[in-house]
């Protein structure tokens, strides 16, 4: 099964407000990532947290992880029409940083 | 500008006919890796290089062949595509295997095999 597991699956706010996205993974990880992917594109990188961080920002992102619940969050904060994408998490599957391993997405739509 | 690019971006073909898809990167990256999307099923890998020569299976290799002969080409192979090929590709590349790299993608090569 796949070891990053995104929740909810599909999300519809409107514009200005803020959007939450989650990521449960199963296994101890040694990073944890969030990838966004505009309607058939390529996924761009958003932000990298590691096993010992408990919070990032980046503009209008924040991440949280906890390890103990071994979970995630990814906060959109103002969102915009333009922020409707696919949100992907992305862990090592607990193979000690070698691989990579993709989440099936929340899908996030933007309403203006 | 750091770019991962494959050709081509939509293709339909044939049962049977083999096709390449063409990836190409520009920012020197060692590791190198081939991706299908399908709905509901997420990213799959399908194979990594991890540099010039090495390459192996990822999580759903059959029906696909690589090469790596030179650092910053990862050609994809369907020697014989069948119609459970369809689907979204990416070829993707980052400075070295392990997780904490950022993961760079091209724009995807949407194949469609009738």
């Known amino acids: 099964s796949q070891q990053g597991e995104e929740d909810p699956q599909a999300l519809s706010i409107q514009e200005g407000e803020n959007a939450t996205m989650n990521c449960s993974y199963k296994?101890?990880?040694?990073?944890l990532q969030w990838y966004r992917q505009n309607s058939g594109r390529g996924l761009v990188h958003l932000i990298l947290?590691?096993?010992?961080?408990r919070e990032k920002h980046s503009g209008r992102l924040r991440v949280t992880l906890d390890t103990s619940k071994k979970s995630s969050s990814l906060l959109i904060t103002a969102s915009r029409a333009a922020d409707t994408a696919s949100y992907f998490c992305?862990?090592?599957?607990?193979?000690?940083?070698?691989?990579?391993?993709f989440g099936a997405g929340t899908r996030l739509f933007v309403k203006a | 500008e750091a770019q991962v690019t494959q050709n081509p971006r939509y293709l339909i073909t044939v049962t049977g006919k083999k096709l390449t898809v063409t990836c190409s990167q520009n920012?020197?990256?060692?590791?190198m890796s081939w991706y299908r999307q399908d709905p509901g099923l997420g990213l799959r890998q399908i194979y990594y290089?991890?540099?010039?020569?090495?390459?192996d299976k990822g999580d759903v290799p059959e029906g696909y062949k690589v090469s790596r002969k030179e650092k910053r080409n990862f050609p994809l192979i369907l020697e014989s595509p069948s119609p459970n090929q369809t689907s979204l590709y990416f070829c993707?590349?980052?400075?070295?295997?392990?997780?904490?790299?950022?993961?760079?993608f091209g724009e995807g090569s949407w194949l469609t095999v009738v």
């Open positions: 993707a590349s980052s400075l070295s295997r392990g997780s904490g790299n950022t993961i760079y």
């Open positions: 290089s991890m540099n010039v020569e090495v390459t």
């Open positions: 992305a862990t090592d599957g607990g193979t000690g940083g070698f691989k990579t391993i």
């Open positions: 296994t101890s990880i040694n990073n």
């Open positions: 947290i590691r096993s010992n961080e």
């Open positions: 920012m020197n990256h060692e590791y």
